[in-house]
């Protein structure tokens, strides 16, 4: 069985609002990007306030809130035509987690432009690196790992999904990789890269072997784009998640689990889009407000390849905690097949 494992999600705030810490080194050698562009730093923001005398947030749970909250919460589900029926939603998930094996087991090494644009405060900054997909094979199934080089610098990131399945796979105790999945989504800010990182296989969490990591509901139909789409929620279960996704702020570490919408065509049950968020503000951080990546994911032909792959378009990362708003957009352009070369050196 394929056992395909999602990458991490990494998410943080502006530099006064996390700590920074470096990312190992290990990265795989890049090819010479082919573009440059302006690089400009985002701007200094205002110190954390004090969190611990403010009330606590609330925020609606997808799978038990009704729809009127769920609207409220997610306003792309406006026009939702909602449905209470939940016979079809084993059929449908079982549907959505055998075109997800497919899509992952075609898709291969990969390299892509990404400009990421960042906007605090009225201040925007852009960056653009040169994105690269990577997978390799492990014990327990097939895992993607995501890296970044700056286009203007160099400077290289990568997200955290390879150090941990080394360890867990060597571990005497051994969680499945492919439980590493959906969980393995460590918040912390790398260097000078993007606040976010790691969504390229988001729809990953409903790949059969992560969906007991997860409850599910079935919420009806919505056109989006003109087009007919089923929509399912799911928000994953406490105890279950191997690895919860974590957030730092003034130099301390929560964890946090999630929750998300994800809008499927009914014509062959691929995820076009989705939303993922918070279920709650971790304990000691009641004003994070409100911390969600939209994804919106796209048809891309590769010439060396007989049939086209499904990735991502465009991400937007939106953050907020303590009245200050971050918003990241990723957009993605010119997926091709990421090769190494390499040659043997005689003295």
């Not at 004090?50 to 009127?68: A, D, Q």
């Not at 799911?234 to 974590?246: D, E, T, Y």
């Not at 303590?322 to 390499?342: A, C, D, K, P, Q």
Request: neutral net charge.
């Amino acid at each position: 069985m394929l056992a395909a494992v999602a990458t991490v999600v990494l998410v943080s705030f502006p530099p006064a609002l996390a700590q920074q810490t470096r990312p190992p080194e290990n990265t795989p050698p890049a090819t010479k990007p082919e573009w440059t562009d302006l690089s400009v730093q985002p701007a200094e923001t205002p110190p954390v306030s004090s969190v611990s005398s403010f009330p606590e947030i609330k925020i609606s749970n997808y799978i038990s809130c009704s729809i009127g909250d769920l609207q409220h919460a997610v306003p792309e589900l406006s026009h939702l035509k909602p449905d209470t029926d939940q016979s079809q939603l084993t059929p449908l998930l079982d549907k959505i987690g055998a075109k997800i094996i497919d899509i992952a087991d075609k898709t291969p090494n990969l390299i892509s432009h990404e400009e990421v644009l960042t906007v605090q405060a009225r201040v925007k900054a852009r960056q653009d690196f040169s994105f690269l997909v990577l997978q390799h094979a492990s014990s327990q199934g097939r895992v993607f790992d995501e890296y970044r080089v700056d286009v203007k610098t160099g400077e290289k990131f990568q997200t955290e999904m390879l150090e941990k399945g080394r360890v867990a796979d060597s571990s005497p105790d051994r969680t499945s990789l492919a439980e590493l999945a959906t969980a393995s989504q460590s918040m912390a800010q790398s260097g000078a890269g993007p606040s976010s990182q790691g969504f390229v296989n988001n729809w990953l969490a409903f790949h059969p072997s992560n969906r007991k990591q997860s409850d599910f509901r079935y919420l009806g139909e919505e056109k989006m784009d003109g087009h007919r789409m089923l929509v399912v929620a799911f928000a994953q279960k406490h105890g279950h998640v191997p690895l919860p996704s974590m957030v730092e702020v003034d130099g301390k570490t929560y964890q946090i689990f999630m929750q998300g919408i994800a809008w499927v065509d009914p014509t062959d049950f691929k995820i076009l889009r989705l939303r993922e968020d918070i279920l709650a503000p971790p304990p000691g951080v009641p004003l994070l407000r409100q911390l969600s990546s939209d994804v919106q994911f796209m048809q891309a032909t590769i010439a060396e390849l007989p049939s086209s792959l499904w990735l991502p378009r465009e991400v937007v990362i939106t953050s907020h905690l303590s009245g200050n708003v971050l918003r990241e957009t990723h957009t993605y352009s010119n997926y091709r097949l990421f090769r190494t070369r390499s040659k043997l050196v005689l003295k």
